[in-house]
């Protein structure tokens, strides 16, 4: 490999046909006069842009269909020429330079362009002397190079992730994988699970309980997650009429006096506001208002007066404790407007926790959260939320669902494979990785691997397959052409056969 050009902080290289350097692959670019040296990271290959060597292939082609001869080469000179053909020019990006042993993001010289030697340098070196340490080890996948990828939990602790690629491309799996390794290394984590497949973090594949199990608590809206009023209290209560029901602020202030006056004897609970509602004096359209609003609240099913079933999300969390554990809210089978209930009720639980500091810091999950995340909460979840210590990890296969402002503050991005224009030029747009990068490496990445950007990986972009999980893996999407399609081609045989 030899540098052609330099231009910018793309360092362009010609590589043989033989050498495997691929996109994605990080380079050391050794020069002997000058202490340490430049790494690169491969973000596009192409053939070498010459018009003389377009000219010489026209021209074979055109002998080759027509002249029918003996071809002599006595000097083996096609060999080589069919080499200079393949020479593949490889589009690197400068990532630092390694110096005294530690990896150091900027570059002070040029290296020499007839003396420098090239080498292809490992992903989880790189890692190393980048200076990534920590003690919650998280195995991800492994490299290209077959070499095993782990990031820490430290690195997510404390900073905003997004996974984020089209369908099916392995999102939930490696959301998956991490929450069961910060579960291992006694987190506590909140999970919004948009199609219940989160409890199989608790069982193994042949579908016995895995050691996890009793730390994983998957709780349903309307089945096993009900809340009584009293619980929520005035806080919780007025969020969810104001936000998720919209009550104009006329209704609000008798709502506050209702259940302020349910508080002082006792009866502050669903079975009772609907009668509060109604023998309350006071306008008849804000009465009406109210009213409809308490029918939504009690036709939502999330709402119990039995105080024994009634769940407390501070027992939940308190529970996991010391351990860590998950708290999976299984939001598939909920409305929509439940769904927002249900999430505006435990973030503003979790909020009154955090200020008192009755719970450690907690990582949360949420996937595809813009169905029931409402508009205000995507901004305290980067400034607001992260201070009381609710560290977010967004999930999502609709990346114009989360705002620009976002994606800038994001610490860590997960990208896989994207082949829409628009969903890649979102994301090139906002991330903090050059868009060269994301563009060409992420059009062409395989089902199942993703390029890790961010603070996990020392701002060093790297390529990772993700591994298999060991635990039992639900949410596959539901064909209607399943087994049954392998039947039909075998009544289809069978008719041949008879025929
Ligand atoms: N690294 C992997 N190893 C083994 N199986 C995987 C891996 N990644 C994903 N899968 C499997 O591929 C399928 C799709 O993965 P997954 O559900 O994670 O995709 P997704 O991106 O979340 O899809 P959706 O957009 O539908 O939510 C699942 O059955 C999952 O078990
Ligand atoms: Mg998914």
Not at 297 to 315: H, Q
Not at 456 to 479: C, I, N, R, W, Y
Not at 487 to 493: D, G
Request: with cysteine; aromatic share 6%; hydrophobic share 40%.
């Amino acid at each position: 490999m030899r540098i052609l050009e330099k231009s910018g902080d793309v360092i362009s290289i010609v590589a043989l046909p033989s050498e495997t350097v691929y996109q994605g692959d990080y380079l050391e670019i050794i020069d002997e006069q000058k202490i340490g040296s430049v790494i690169v990271q491969v973000y596009e290959e192409s053939y070498i842009p010459s018009q003389s060597l377009t000219e010489d292939i026209i021209r074979d082609q055109i002998i080759e269909s027509t002249a029918n001869g003996v071809e002599l080469d006595p000097y083996e000179i096609s060999s080589v020429s069919q080499m200079i053909k393949d020479m593949r020019l490889l589009k690197c990006k400068v990532r630092g330079s390694i110096q005294n042993g530690i990896m150091i993001a900027n570059v002070a010289w040029l290296p020499s362009r007839s003396k420098s030697k090239i080498r292809k340098v490992s992903q989880s070196h790189l890692l190393d002397l980048a200076g990534q340490t920590g003690s919650a080890q998280i195995k991800v996948g492994n490299t290209k190079d077959g070499e095993t990828f782990t990031i820490f939990g430290e690195a997510i602790d404390g900073n905003l992730s997004i996974i984020t690629g089209k369908k099916e491309s392995g999102k939930s799996h490696l959301s998956k994988l991490l929450v069961s390794s910060l579960v291992a290394n006694g987190a506590i984590v909140l999970i919004f699970d948009l199609n219940n497949e989160y409890e199989g973090l608790g069982f193994s594949k042949d579908g016995t309980k895995n050691e996890l199990s009793t730390r994983i608590v998957v709780l349903e809206p309307g089945k096993s997650l009900k809340f009584s009023l009293d619980y929520l209290g005035e806080y919780s209560l007025i969020s969810l009429m104001q936000h998720v029901l919209d009550a104009p602020s006329a209704s609000l202030r008798e709502f506050i006096r209702i259940i302020g006056s349910l508080k002082t004897v006792d009866k502050l609970s669903i079975d009772h506001l609907g009668d509060a509602i109604q023998n309350w004096r006071c306008n008849e359209l804000v009465k009406d208002a109210l009213y409809a609003r308490f029918q939504t609240l009690r036709g939502s099913g999330i709402f119990t007066s039995e105080e024994d079933r009634a769940v407390k999300v501070d027992s939940v969390l308190r529970s996991l404790l010391p351990e860590g554990g998950a708290f999976v809210v299984s939001l598939r089978s909920s409305s929509s407007l439940a769904k927002r209930m249900v999430v505006e009720i435990i973030l503003s639980k979790l909020v009154q926790l955090l200020e008192r500091e009755a719970i450690p810091p907690i990582f949360l999950f949420a996937e595809e959260a813009h169905l029931y995340l409402r508009e205000t909460y995507w901004d305290d979840i980067v400034t607001r939320m992260r201070h009381f210590g609710i560290f977010t990890t967004l999930i999502t296969n609709q990346p114009d669902a989360i705002n620009n402002g976002i994606y800038r503050q994001a610490d860590n991005i997960f990208l896989f494979n994207f082949t829409n224009e628009a969903d890649l030029d979102i994301i090139a747009r906002a991330s903090t990785a050059d868009s060269d990068t994301i563009r060409s490496i992420v059009r062409t990445l395989p089902k199942r691997h993703c390029l890790v950007l961010g603070k996990v990986v020392s701002d060093l972009p790297m390529l990772v397959k993700v591994g298999e999980a060991k635990f039992l893996t639900l949410g596959q999407t539901k064909k209607f052409f399943g087994k049954s399609s392998s039947t039909k081609r075998i009544h289809v045989n069978a008719k041949l056969v008879r025929a």
